[in-house]
């Protein structure tokens, strides 16, 4: 395996989950593993479970002043007993700068160098070993970057990708009112030539009028990527499924759709 690394974006504020005080990172979630009993686990620790199981050893983790508690969770599961470490990266200027690809930038200097492996902290996907896959094919399709795409219910809401036969990207969409596709993007791999596009697009984003406005989208980037002809491709995982947990009303959806197979539900 090459000069692998896992990234984790937990700088954003969460506002779709006031006024509920518990950060969306630590919601209780159930987790189906095949052949085995279900767990209950911390949402952010579907993110660690699914890098761990792609063989990610190291991982950066963006975090806010607000979600310093992550620090100590993560350092816990990450502590003498575990193969895996993390390391922390505090991002900034969030009253004035907002998107993904600014907590990217926070954790340029610590992630260059390395094929990084992104699992958002609020998603579940599976399978589990998704990365495992996603990684083999990355590598075969010499990719400058590689989209994790999965089945779900919610396309609308998230970020559907059609594919073609060759792996090539026909369209991404980014939460549209008519999805063309009942399914959404969820993780990435990437080499260092898909940072350099993504450093400056966010230092033109800097410079623009548009900060303090509007948000500098991941998607927008993806798209550059594509037409500026880097080696972009998708991976469908066509018996996985993704489920985003955005606000509380999803956790509790999640919750109910496993209390109603045992006879119990919960209101939130």
Not at 93 to 98: F, I, K, P, R
Not at 112 to 118: D, L, N, P, Q, V
Not at 243 to 265: E, F, M, R
Request: contains cysteine; hydrophobic residues 40%; negative net charge.
């Amino acid at each position: 395996m090459k000069n692998v690394m896992g990234f984790i974006p937990a700088g954003g504020k969460g506002m779709r989950m006031k006024p509920f005080k518990l950060i969306k990172e630590l919601l209780p979630v159930l987790i189906q593993n095949e052949g085995q009993e279900n767990e209950v686990n911390l949402l952010i620790e579907n993110a660690v479970n699914v890098l761990h199981s792609g063989g990610i050893k190291n991982v950066v983790c963006t975090i806010n002043f607000d979600k310093e508690i992550l620090m100590k969770i993560l350092s816990d599961i990450g502590g003498p007993s575990s193969d895996m470490k993390f390391s922390f990266v505090i991002q900034k200027h969030l009253d004035t700068e907002y998107g993904l690809p600014l907590g990217i930038a926070a954790a340029e200097p610590f992630i260059r160098g390395h094929t990084i492996f992104m699992k958002f902290p609020d998603t579940i996907v599976y399978p589990l070993n998704c990365f495992e896959e996603l990684y083999e094919f990355h590598c075969e399709k010499k990719s400058d970057l590689t989209l994790g795409v999965f089945p779900t219910d919610n396309s609308k809401n998230l970020g559907p990708v059609m594919i073609d036969k060759n792996h090539k990207i026909i369209r991404l969409e980014d939460k549209p009112d008519n999805p063309s596709e009942n399914n959404t993007w969820n993780v990435l791999i990437w080499e260092d030539s898909f940072l350099d596009l993504l450093m400056r697009e966010v230092e033109l984003y800097r410079k623009s009028h548009t900060v303090n406005k509007q948000e500098l989208k991941i998607y927008d980037i993806m798209v550059k990527a594509i037409e500026e002809k880097l080696n972009v491709n998708a991976y469908f995982f066509e018996n996985g499924k993704c489920i985003d947990i955005s606000c509380v009303q999803d956790a509790t959806l999640l919750w109910n759709q496993y209390g109603s197979k045992i006879g119990h539900n919960i209101v939130m």
